[in-house]
């Protein structure tokens, strides 16, 4: 039996975790119906069109620097173009060293040969009898989602998360695939969410970009149900102009409301009123049977999404609580392959101009004039001067930029893991076999720390693609795991 000090314990602790915003004075109420209220207004376009704008915008910067990062990356120069603005001299060039795309490209083979190098894409355990043999659900699931092309998305994935921080895949219902599930890859600048967010599934609403074409659009008019009349709108809006042949940004969103996911459509162009296609709930083929009460007959009925169908893989994960501040190997790299490149380019230059003769009057003219250059006068071989010449070339660069160069090549082989490469470039010639050995241990070390977060990202996409696969192969949509009876088709529950 409680006394009184209990009892004012209990509601003195529940004072201070209302005062630190822990516990509700009336749960369900004013918070429940705030939030009920705020995700209402995703339904109504013009009112939702202002949070969306906002978001929307809110990413502008991100995705101008992720173009400029792209061209960091491949350092796109014109030399014949800078020399005709006179940026460089007629006997100047850039060499570009590569660097980033280098450090991306050396870091790929252990995520490609994790991925490729297995005979089945992912391991299962059966949760109600843990020694059952999995096998043959493991070889029809692999054998399913390895479709055609199925490596591309992750790639492209890997790569964008290498060059930007961060980069994602989207898990789609896909009946043209052969498990009726599709992996489609969302670039670094597609993906939008709240940027205070640290976890993607908990941002409230989250967009995703297209570039369309008003044909494509008019197609998904017929197979997707879109708004003919602001499908319409678009078209009269570019009729006879070069936007005609244009892509158009669309975007879908994602929000939730009440844990639920919904989807819906719009653009912010072309003078659209309304949403391309109205929120309704996300479907990705998963369904779940309930039995009529006064039947007991089973139907398969759509279940709710309660995550979005989005998984981000970033470059590494750090202490940074937000996401939007992962980094990647542009902004890591960027100041080295400056440097390089500069120094690369400073010695060819130099080499290039040590190589040509110069030539001037031994003695002084007396004239008392500048220095000048005769231009109607050019070095011929084997002809006779009237006057005493000298000739001179610049010194050659000194070897010493040469060894710079190494040791910048080394020191970013040892900041980028690749720790036997660095091991090769050292000076001296005489590594051991021990020695070698060491610093491949040491590298496959590091590189399995990075792997580490390439699996937790494959596994959290195969995970949600196989519920969609369970799904659809109880309700008998595709061919799995099946079963040798008297009607064909039927699968092993």
Same mark, same amino acid.
């Given at each position: 039996?409680?006394d009184?000090?209990?009892?004012?314990?209990?509601?003195?602790?529940? &004072?201070?975790?209302?005062?630190?915003?822990?516990?509700?004075?009336?749960?369900?109420?004013?918070?429940?119906?705030?939030?009920?209220?705020?995700?209402?207004?995703?339904?109504?376009?013009?009112?939702?069109?202002?949070?969306?704008?906002?978001?929307?915008?809110?990413?502008?910067?991100?995705?101008?620097?992720?173009?400029?990062?792209?061209?960091?990356?491949?350092?796109?120069?014109?030399?014949?173009?800078?020399?005709?603005?006179?940026?460089?001299?007629?006997?100047?060039?850039?060499?570009?060293?590569?660097?980033?795309?280098?450090?991306?490209?050396?870091?790929?083979?252990?995520?490609?040969?994790?991925?490729?190098?297995?005979r %089945?894409?992912?391991?299962?355990?059966?949760?109600?009898?843990?020694?059952?043999?999995?096998?043959?659900?493991?070889?029809?699931?692999?054998?399913?989602?390895?479709?055609?092309?199925?490596?591309?998305?992750?790639?492209?994935?890997?790569?964008?998360?290498?060059?930007?921080?961060?980069?994602?895949?989207?898990?789609?219902?896909?009946?043209?695939?052969?498990?009726?599930?599709?992996?489609? $890859?969302?670039?670094?600048?597609?993906?939008?969410?709240?940027? &205070?967010?640290?976890?993607?599934q908990?941002?409230?609403?989250?967009? %995703?970009?297209?570039?369309?074409?008003?044909?494509?659009?008019?197609?998904?008019?017929?197979?997707?149900?879109?708004?003919?009349?602001?499908?319409?709108?678009?078209?009269?809006?570019?009729?006879?102009?070069?936007?005609?042949?244009?892509?158009?940004?669309?975007?879908?969103?994602?929000?939730?409301?009440?844990?639920?996911?919904?989807?819906?459509?719009?653009?912010?162009?072309?003078?659209?009123?309304?949403?391309?296609?109205?929120p309704?709930?996300?479907?990705?083929?998963?369904?779940?049977?309930?039995?009529?009460?006064?039947?007991?007959?089973?139907?398969?009925?759509?279940?709710?999404?309660?995550?979005?169908?989005?998984? %981000?893989?970033?470059?590494?994960?750090?202490?940074?609580?937000?996401?939007?501040?992962?980094?990647?190997?542009?902004?890591?790299?960027?100041?080295?392959?400056? +440097?390089?490149?500069?120094i690369?380019?400073?010695?060819?230059?130099?080499?290039? %101009?040590?190589?040509?003769? $110069?030539?001037?009057?031994?003695?002084?003219?007396?004239?008392?004039?500048?220095?000048?250059?005769l231009?109607?006068?050019?070095?011929?071989?084997g002809?006779?001067?009237?006057?005493?010449?000298?000739?001179?070339?610049?010194? $050659?660069?000194?070897?010493?930029?040469?060894?710079?160069?190494?040791?910048l090549?080394? +020191?970013? &082989?040892?900041?980028?893991?690749?720790?036997?490469?660095?091991?090769?470039?050292?000076?001296d010639?005489?590594?051991?076999?021990?020695?070698?050995?060491?610093?491949?241990?040491?590298?496959?070390?590091?590189? +399995?720390?990075?792997?580490?977060?390439?699996s937790?990202?494959?596994?959290?996409? $195969?995970?949600?693609?196989?519920?969609?696969?369970? +799904?659809?192969?109880?309700?008998?949509?595709?061919?799995?795991?099946?079963?040798?009876?008297?009607?064909?088709?039927?699968?092993?529950?």
């Open positions: 039996m409680p009184n000090d209990s009892t004012s314990g209990v509601s003195m602790a529940q &004072s201070i975790g209302t005062e630190a915003g822990l516990i509700p004075q009336n749960p369900q109420t004013d918070a429940d119906s705030a939030l009920d209220t705020e995700q209402e207004k995703m339904f109504d376009f013009n009112e939702a069109r202002i949070h969306l704008k906002r978001l929307v915008d809110d990413w502008h910067t991100e995705v101008e620097d992720t173009e400029v990062r792209r061209k960091t990356r491949d350092i796109e120069i014109d030399t014949e173009g800078l020399r005709q603005k006179g940026d460089l001299d007629e006997d100047e060039t850039i060499v570009p060293v590569r660097v980033i795309d280098s450090n991306i490209i050396r870091e790929q083979p252990p995520y490609i040969n994790y991925l490729k190098n297995s %089945r894409l992912c391991t299962f355990n059966c949760l109600s009898n843990p020694d059952a043999d999995t096998q043959k659900i493991e070889i029809d699931f692999t054998r399913g989602m390895t479709y055609t092309a199925w490596e591309t998305s992750h790639f492209k994935c890997l790569d964008g998360a290498q060059t930007h921080g961060w980069a994602g895949v989207e898990v789609v219902y896909d009946e043209s695939k052969p498990l009726h599930v599709g992996i489609e $890859y969302l670039a670094h600048d597609e993906l939008f969410w709240p940027r &205070s967010v640290k976890d993607i908990d941002s409230p609403r989250m967009i %995703r970009c297209y570039d369309l074409t008003v044909i494509r659009l008019k197609e998904w008019v017929r197979d997707f149900d879109f708004s003919l009349e602001q499908v319409n709108l678009i078209t009269q809006k570019r009729r006879e102009t070069q936007k005609e042949i244009e892509t158009i940004r669309v975007y879908k969103l994602f929000f939730k409301k009440e844990k639920v996911v919904y989807v819906g459509w719009f653009t912010l162009q072309d003078g659209c009123t309304d949403w391309l296609k109205k309704v709930k996300a479907f990705v083929g998963i369904k779940e049977q309930q039995v009529d009460p006064l039947t007991q007959q089973a139907t398969w009925v759509d279940k709710d999404l309660s995550i979005y169908p989005v998984f %981000r893989l970033p470059y590494r994960e750090t202490e940074k609580p937000k996401t939007v501040d992962t980094k990647g190997r542009v902004f890591l790299d960027e100041s080295k392959q400056e +440097s390089n490149t500069a690369l380019s400073g010695f060819i230059n130099g080499l290039t %101009r040590a190589s040509n003769v $110069y030539s001037s009057p031994d003695q002084d003219d007396g004239s008392g004039s500048s220095l000048k250059e231009e109607d006068v050019k070095l011929v071989g002809r006779i001067m009237n006057k005493p010449m000298k000739f001179w070339s610049p010194p $050659y660069p000194d070897a010493m930029v040469l060894k710079a160069l190494q040791w090549d080394t +020191s970013n &082989s040892q900041e980028t893991n690749q720790v036997s490469f660095a091991t090769m470039n050292r000076e010639s005489r590594k051991t076999a021990k020695e070698i050995g060491s610093a491949e241990q040491k590298e496959s070390l590091l590189n +399995s720390v990075q792997l580490t977060l390439f937790t990202y494959v596994r959290q996409v $195969y995970s949600f693609a196989w519920q969609i696969v369970q +799904s659809q192969a109880l309700q008998g949509n595709i061919r799995f795991l099946q079963i040798k009876v008297q009607q064909p088709g039927q699968v092993n529950p």
